[in-house]
């Protein structure tokens, strides 16, 4: 059992300062551009370290700002300890966790080690099968067909065996072709990933996001998977057979002793596999990213053209939260997101991005931030930023979004990419990608260039500077919400209790600490919605609407209303 793996309960001594912190993510590519080439970078961060201290957030998780190729923006490292031209250099990522510990904000990295560039050195060495490298990745002879070694499909679409004539083999990638995946069966490579995590622990951050980490053992020999609704072969490769080996192992050599913050990123994780990871006789993780919620809206992996994005039910998002809540109360510890750089836009996706914008906007802060575990903001979600018109194909950069589309156009007999864009409007990686609008000048205030991705039309009324200075402000409110969070550990250890699980439109619950107790309740539609709580008595809290309901226990809330209640 590992130690200070000892995490849950809702005691005293089972505090830690990630669990009472909320993270705010920053996709450094978008975020802000100090020196005009259009795309993001460390100074235009620390640029606006003063924005994230007002909103008064403690964690700064940064998307990969090492060097890369950028096939994947920066999912796809080629130097572990190198910041990336565009981004600047070692010093200015120095001076970054610098202003940022001064504020008493902890800087958590990205850590992708399921893959690495075939950039990477590692890789470069291992195709040429030098010494000691041979095994870094996974090498295979092709089939006896001359095909790829085995069916597995890619998150990305596709294959993921692609051909290397250096080598004259195939190698692995669940992701794109220039994302090899690392042999973690290698004990080199493991060190090597150990050894590099220390020297970043050593340089002062609080901690690692870590990518697709229940990735990293694949089933040996590498078989055939069987053909279903999922990718094909995620039985092979989602929480293999050594990956709690690997993860406690990684524990020992990295993490054990040090007061970090871990939390895995996991498609295809249960409750159950969670508290393994998570919990008391787990791996030394402190929590995990699941994705159940993300699939809400469609199956999940493959891109299915008959799927109906606007559809989803507030009942099944209830019984999500209600298990997760429950399930996690006594053993391992929840991590709260809705969306992040490779989702849709939370407003558009689960709120109303027209006429209840801000209101809706409002209303997904105020479930985020009231909910038991730690709450993960993405930046441009504190001013209600929204998907995007993807008008061309051409507009697109996400590998992910485009290898999609091509695709689906090859398998339906597609030729025009307009049948699609409802479709990439929707569920575009993209769509959270755009540009964070800081003001309504030239490209929001973003660049003095030509930004890398295009920026959002709606800009000149949707940014930084105009919603904090508006009376109906989106951040004014976020920021609000965090004070409450910080002052009232009922938030954040409350024991949660769901009330009406079959309404279809209101979200409600309670959230208690010895004699604290809070309700909470979100119209989560665009029609006014009268509810019954049980509740005769209640002291307001918190409401996004200036004229909120309050006559407990009967509430007549407007569209996305949302109240906190002490009761
Ligand atoms: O994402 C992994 C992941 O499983 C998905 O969110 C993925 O983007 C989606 O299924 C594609 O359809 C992580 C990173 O967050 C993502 O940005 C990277 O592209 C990916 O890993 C590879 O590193």
Request: glycine share 8%.
């Given at each position: 059992m590992n130690e200070s793996a000892q995490t849950p309960d809702r005691t005293s001594e089972d505090r830690?300062?990630?669990?009472?912190?909320?993270?705010?993510?920053?996709?450094?590519?978008?975020?802000?551009?100090?020196?005009?080439?259009?795309?993001?970078?460390?100074?235009?961060?620390?640029?606006?370290?003063?924005?994230?201290?007002?909103?008064?957030?403690?964690?700064?998780?940064?998307?990969?700002?090492?060097?890369?190729?950028?096939?994947?923006?920066?999912?796809?490292?080629?130097?572990y300890r190198a910041i990336d031209d565009r981004f600047g250099d070692m010093s200015d990522w120095e001076r970054l966790r610098d202003e940022l510990h001064a504020r008493d904000i902890k800087v958590v990295m990205d850590?992708?080690?399921?893959?690495?560039?075939?950039?990477?050195?590692?890789?470069?060495?291992?195709?040429?099968?030098?010494?000691?490298?041979?095994?870094?990745?996974?090498?295979?002879?092709?089939?006896?067909?001359?095909?790829?070694?085995?069916?597995?499909?890619?998150?990305?679409?596709?294959?993921?065996?692609?051909?290397?004539?250096?080598r004259q083999q195939y190698y692995l990638h669940l992701f794109d072709e220039k994302q090899p995946d690392l042999n973690w069966e290698n004990p080199q490579v493991r060190e090597d990933v150990y050894e590099m995590m220390n020297w970043w622990l050593e340089k002062g951050v609080d901690g690692f996001r870590m990518d697709v980490i229940n990735l990293i053992s694949k089933?040996?020999?590498?078989?055939?998977?069987?053909?279903?609704?999922?990718?094909?072969?995620?039985?092979h490769f989602m929480n293999g057979p050594r990956i709690h080996e690997f993860l406690q192992e990684m524990y020992d050599e990295v993490l054990a002793g040090r007061d970090v913050m871990t939390v895995g990123e996991m498609p295809g994780v249960d409750i159950e596999e969670a508290k393994q990871y998570t919990g008391a006789d787990g791996d030394g993780l402190g929590m995990i990213f699941t994705f159940e919620h993300m699939n809400l809206d469609h199956d999940g992996g493959r891109w299915d053209l008959h799927e109906d994005y606007e559809a989803w039910d507030?009942?099944?998002?209830?019984?999500?939260?209600?298990?997760?809540?429950?399930?996690?109360?006594?053993?391992?510890?929840?991590?709260?997101?809705?969306?992040?750089?490779?989702?849709?836009?939370?407003?558009?996706?689960?709120?109303?991005?027209?006429?209840?914008?801000?209101?809706?906007?409002?209303?997904?802060?105020?479930?985020?931030?009231?909910?038991?575990?730690?709450?993960?903001?993405?930046?441009?979600?504190?001013?209600?930023?929204?998907?995007?018109?993807?008008?061309?194909?051409?507009?697109?950069?996400?590998?992910?979004?485009?290898?999609?589309?091509?695709?689906?156009?090859a398998e339906h007999d597609i030729d025009d990419y307009q049948e699609l864009r409802g479709f990439v409007n929707a569920r575009s990686r993209d769509n959270a990608r755009t540009p964070v609008q800081w003001d309504d000048s030239d490209s929001a205030g973003f660049t003095d260039g030509k930004p890398w991705l295009k920026v959002n039309d709606n800009y000149t009324e949707i940014n930084v500077a105009a919603d904090r200075t508006a009376?109906?402000?989106?951040?004014?409110?976020?920021?609000?919400?965090?004070?409450?969070?910080?002052?009232?550990?009922?938030?954040?250890?409350?024991?949660?209790?769901?009330?009406?699980?079959?309404?279809?439109?209101?979200?409600?619950?309670?959230?208690?600490?010895?004699?604290?107790?809070?309700?909470?309740v979100l119209n989560f539609s665009d029609e006014p919605r009268t509810v019954d709580l049980g509740e005769s008595d209640g002291r307001l809290l918190v409401s996004n609407y200036d004229d909120p309901a309050t006559d407990l226990p009967t509430l007549t809330l407007a569209p996305f209303e949302a109240t906190v209640f002490e009761v």
């Amino acid at each position: 059992m590992n130690e200070s793996a000892q995490t849950p309960d809702r005691t005293s001594e089972d505090r830690t300062w990630w669990k009472e912190a909320v993270v705010y993510q920053i996709y450094p590519k978008s975020f802000n551009d100090s020196d005009g080439d259009g795309v993001g970078d460390i100074q235009g961060i620390i640029d606006r370290v003063d924005h994230l201290d007002d909103l008064g957030i403690d964690v700064v998780w940064l998307s990969p700002v090492y060097a890369s190729p950028h096939a994947d923006n920066g999912y796809d490292i080629s130097d572990y300890r190198a910041i990336d031209d565009r981004f600047g250099d070692m010093s200015d990522w120095e001076r970054l966790r610098d202003e940022l510990h001064a504020r008493d904000i902890k800087v958590v990295m990205d850590l992708v080690v399921n893959h690495t560039s075939d950039e990477h050195e590692w890789f470069e060495k291992s195709r040429r099968r030098e010494d000691g490298y041979e095994d870094y990745y996974y090498w295979r002879d092709p089939a006896e067909d001359g095909g790829p070694p085995n069916n597995w499909e890619s998150f990305f679409g596709g294959q993921t065996w692609s051909w290397d004539e250096e080598r004259q083999q195939y190698y692995l990638h669940l992701f794109d072709e220039k994302q090899p995946d690392l042999n973690w069966e290698n004990p080199q490579v493991r060190e090597d990933v150990y050894e590099m995590m220390n020297w970043w622990l050593e340089k002062g951050v609080d901690g690692f996001r870590m990518d697709v980490i229940n990735l990293i053992s694949k089933t040996r020999g590498l078989p055939d998977g069987e053909e279903g609704d999922w990718q094909t072969g995620v039985e092979h490769f989602m929480n293999g057979p050594r990956i709690h080996e690997f993860l406690q192992e990684m524990y020992d050599e990295v993490l054990a002793g040090r007061d970090v913050m871990t939390v895995g990123e996991m498609p295809g994780v249960d409750i159950e596999e969670a508290k393994q990871y998570t919990g008391a006789d787990g791996d030394g993780l402190g929590m995990i990213f699941t994705f159940e919620h993300m699939n809400l809206d469609h199956d999940g992996g493959r891109w299915d053209l008959h799927e109906d994005y606007e559809a989803w039910d507030l009942r099944d998002l209830k019984e999500f939260v209600g298990r997760w809540q429950r399930g996690l109360a006594e053993e391992g510890w929840n991590s709260n997101y809705l969306g992040n750089h490779d989702q849709p836009r939370i407003v558009s996706r689960f709120g109303d991005d027209g006429q209840y914008r801000v209101e809706s906007a409002k209303l997904l802060g105020t479930f985020l931030l009231t909910l038991s575990g730690t709450p993960y903001v993405y930046q441009g979600d504190e001013i209600g930023m929204t998907n995007v018109d993807w008008q061309h194909l051409g507009e697109v950069v996400d590998v992910d979004t485009i290898n999609h589309v091509e695709l689906l156009m090859a398998e339906h007999d597609i030729d025009d990419y307009q049948e699609l864009r409802g479709f990439v409007n929707a569920r575009s990686r993209d769509n959270a990608r755009t540009p964070v609008q800081w003001d309504d000048s030239d490209s929001a205030g973003f660049t003095d260039g030509k930004p890398w991705l295009k920026v959002n039309d709606n800009y000149t009324e949707i940014n930084v500077a105009a919603d904090r200075t508006a009376d109906d402000s989106v951040f004014e409110y976020y920021r609000d919400l965090v004070d409450l969070r910080n002052e009232r550990d009922v938030f954040v250890y409350g024991e949660f209790e769901m009330f009406l699980p079959d309404h279809e439109h209101v979200f409600a619950f309670t959230q208690s600490l010895d004699d604290e107790r809070v309700l909470v309740v979100l119209n989560f539609s665009d029609e006014p919605r009268t509810v019954d709580l049980g509740e005769s008595d209640g002291r307001l809290l918190v409401s996004n609407y200036d004229d909120p309901a309050t006559d407990l226990p009967t509430l007549t809330l407007a569209p996305f209303e949302a109240t906190v209640f002490e009761v």
